[in-house]
């Protein structure tokens, strides 16, 4: 019993003995966040985009309501990617939060 | 032994309180070394609970008498597979399995996590470890299953009840704790979802996989139990609305219902608040279940007798509710829909009433469970809810859901007109209307809701089969090549939506199985003298006399009964009465014998009882027309899960490449 209680305080003391791997744990910025949520929006109507031309391609949407909603979608992505190239040309000022 | 497994129980109390404490801190400090040094303080709990579960399966093996449960669970002509599964017979030893199963699952989603998710893992941690430390608590201090036997240590065991000396104990509870004890995870990345505002769509990702284990789990468990009841218990059904059954059933409802509405988060932004409260239902009712099941305060084959870990379970899931409830409220301003419902004619509205209806049935049956408690707990009376009010409910709530399951597939998001609505069902809905006619005109037109729900399944097959045959011809169309690669191909790249296609067809069967056996099956009893016959269902039965044989810890009487159809012997069935001899008090079971033919008919019969001084028997017999689908279905559920759960390494890299483009610091 003794060397199972020796073997779990090593297991969890280890971390502390042994070298620091990588880069230290660090906060998200507003401007992380923001990055993401676009990239989500992005990938979100990209997504939407593949799966309305499967639903087209099935027969389940008109091609009238494939056209609108393609047309939406690709809005949609185009926002997020301008919004995209906005942020990454502005200069980053955000520290990481609290 | 004793003494070590105690101590381990308290090592691994001491490992995982550490374990809360320093993901608390880490998150709070943004601490990696703290972080990991909580993980490894998890996985070494685990190998401690392993560890304990061996030496209490030693010690089983081995009769060791001075522990209380190996006494009071075993005995010793008690088969060697029982022995081991008797680990799990008593509450001490069935807290012990959760609690194992809790500190795998919160080992798995570390190693899962070394290198992702790192700003939620901290609060997962906490939060699974905040249920790791109540469980091993109860585990350590109230309910110990190293505690010793009190006084003379007999020479043998009390041996195992009858009813759990079958191969289901070693599938049917592990079943069921893996999907409780799983559904902690998505609501601890729930929690620490809304506590690090971190609601994006990776932790939702997360999240689902373990979702689907256990919902799939806890479905595995409750068919395994269905299964277990009609070949164990001799009552001819498989499902009693017994209250620890109805216990599984609601967070699986409720499961489903969060399977379904995170699609529309994921597609359209919608019901994030929804969602969240889900998550906290279904696992807040995995706890109710575990209350219902272990405090003795419910009548059923599945409790426990009546113990102090009710009341700490109860405060358990006060503490998990209110902590949830707060940080809903907290954080309610994170969770604005990005969309709104736009036409009650879309799949989103389609999933959305699926939910209402899902939960509504699972408040049901919490209300079925629930009146006879507080009644007593109100008047001193208690009341019964039977199995008509159930039976209602599964039909009002039961038919819109099929209904729904075949119109949620084809219909569009967003907004569906009726042009393509019409394009889209039509020969799902001719299908359903001509073959629902022809059943009546078979003669299934007897009962209503039976030809409801065949028809019904008519239509939502068609729609299934419509969706894999569109979706390969689309395949083929662009990439060529013949239909089963085409097919594959198709399934591959879309395991979310033709998995839950797969799921879908096993709810089908289902329905057929329960609506078949319980709308057309056939029932008589009699009394037979040897050479006597009796009719059933379009069997003859004759009796031809008695036959005694003898087992390990058993002696079976069973009756010989010939059985023949139009004329034509087809089988011979042996129903019988165990009687126990390893029990000091006359204990007895009965073992039903069952045909099964190709037509999918199940004769069932059951020896009810036997007089020797006027040298008959009472035989209770049944025909269950396809009740074996209900089994089909199982496999089919388990083959839709497998596909819907398995990783899909596009989506994987897109994830990280997403992540690690956005966040250079977290990659």
């Given amino acids: 019993m003794a060397v199972i209680v020796a073997i779990a305080v090593v297991a969890v003391a280890w971390p502390f003995l042994s070298p620091e791997r990588g880069a230290p744990e660090q906060a998200l910025s507003p401007r992380d966040r923001n990055r993401l949520d676009l990239m989500e929006r992005r990938d979100a109507a990209y997504a939407g985009l593949r799966d309305l031309e499967q639903d087209h391609r099935t027969g389940k949407i008109s091609d009238e309501d494939y056209q609108s909603e393609r047309r939406r979608l690709r809005a949609e992505a185009a926002g997020a990617l301008r919004a995209l190239d906005t942020l990454d040309s502005e200069p980053d000022t955000s520290s990481p939060e609290e | 032994m004793a003494t070590v497994g105690s101590a381990l129980l308290l090592l691994v109390l001491a490992l995982v309180t550490y374990a809360t404490v320093a993901s608390v801190l880490a998150g709070l400090r943004r601490d990696r070394r703290l972080m990991r040094s909580a993980g490894n303080a998890v996985m070494a709990a685990f190998a401690c609970t392993v560890s304990a ?40 030893g069935s807290l012990l399995l959760w609690l194992t199963v809790l500190t795998g699952a919160g080992s798995l989603v570390t190693l899962q996590n070394r290198h992702k998710n790192r700003e939620l893992m901290p609060w997962v941690t906490a939060v699974v470890g905040g249920c790791m430390v109540f469980f091993a608590s109860m585990a350590t201090i109230i309910s110990s299953p190293f505690e010793r036997t009190v006084g003379v240590v007999p020479r043998d065991g009390f041996g195992l009840d009858p009813s759990l000396q079958n191969p289901y104990m070693a599938a049917h509870p592990p079943a069921l704790y893996l999907g409780y004890v799983s559904f902690a995870v998505p609501f601890a990345f729930a929690m620490a979802a809304l506590i690090t505002r971190r609601t994006d769509a990776r932790w939702l990702a997360s999240v689902r996989r373990w979702t689907l284990f256990a919902w799939a789990s806890l479905g595995v468990g409750m068919l395994l139990g269905a299964h277990w009841a009609y070949v164990e218990i001799g009552w001819g059904g498989y499902w009693g609305w017994d209250p620890v059954e109805n216990a599984a059933l609601m967070p699986w409802l ?56 009710g009341p700490a379970l109860l405060v358990f899931l006060s503490i998990v509710l209110a902590f949830a409830t707060t940080l809903l409220v907290w954080r309610l301003p994170l969770l604005r829909s990005d969309h709104k419902l736009e036409s009650v004619v879309s799949r989103e509205a389609t999933f959305l009433f699926n939910n209402l209806l899902l939960l509504a049935f699972a408040f049901v049956i919490l209300w079925g469970v629930a009146f006879p408690l507080l009644s ?122 033709y998995g839950g296609y797969v799921v879908h067809l096993a709810v089908v069967l289902l329905v057929v199985g329960i609506a078949a056996s319980g709308a057309y099956g056939s029932v008589n009893q009699a009394a037979l003298k040897p050479g006597q016959s009796m009719q059933v269902g379009g069997y003859t039965l004759t009796y031809a006399g008695m036959r005694s044989t003898t087992g390990p810890n058993y002696v079976d009487t069973a009756a010989r009964l010939v059985v023949s159809r139009g004329g034509s012997t087809v089988g011979t069935l042996y129903p019988a009465v165990r009687d126990f001899t390893d029990h000091s008090v006359k204990t007895q079971s009965n073992e039903v014998d069952i045909r099964h033919d190709l037509r999918g008919v199940d004769v069932y019969t059951i020896l ?60």
């Fill in chain 2, 53 to 92: 579960v061996v030496l209490l399966e030693i010690a089983l093996v081995r009769h060791d008498f001075s522990i209380a449960v190996v006494l009071q669970h075993t005995s010793r002509t008690l088969p060697t597979p029982y022995l081991l599964t008797s680990l799990w017979a008593s509450q001490p």
């Fill in chain 2, 254 to 309: 409720a499961g489903t219902a969060y399977l379904h509405s995170v699609m529309v988060q994921e597609k359209r932004g919608m019901l994030k608040v929804w969602n969240v409260v889900l998550v906290t239902a279904t696992f807040a009712l995995s706890i109710f279940g575990t209350f219902l099941t272990r405090s003795g305060v419910v009548d059923s084959i599945h409790s426990f007798v009546q113990s102090p870990v």
């Fill in chain 2, 376 to 497: 007593e707990a109100v008047r001193g009376v208690r009341s019964t809810v039977s199995v008509p009010y159930y039976n209602f409910f599964l039909v009002a709530f039961g038919l819109p859901l099929l209904a729904l399951t075949g119109v949620g597939p084809l219909i569009a998001w967003r907004r569906a007109t009726p042009g393509s609505l019409w394009r889209t069902f039509r020969w799902p809905v001719i299908s359903a209307a001509a073959g629902g006619a022809l059943l009546a005109l078979l003669g299934l037109g007897s009962s209503w809701p039976g030809l409801t729900a065949f028809s019904l399944c008519i239509f939502v097959t068609v729609t299934i089969g419509l969706e894999f045959a569109r979706g390969a011809s689309a395949r083929r169309a662009i990439a060529g090549g013949s239909w089963p690669r085409a097919l594959v191909d198709l399934v591959s790249r879309n395991r979310r939506r």
């Fill in chain 2, 608 to 667: 009810q009882g036997a007089d020797p001084s006027k040298n008959e028997v009472v035989i209770k017999a049944l025909v269950n027309p396809m009740v074996s689908l209900i089994w089909l279905a199982g496999l089919v559920f388990v083959l839709g899960a497998a596909i819907t759960i398995w990783p899909d390494p596009r989506e994987a890299r897109q994830l990280a490449r997403r992540y690690s483009t956005a966040l250079a610091k977290e990659a």
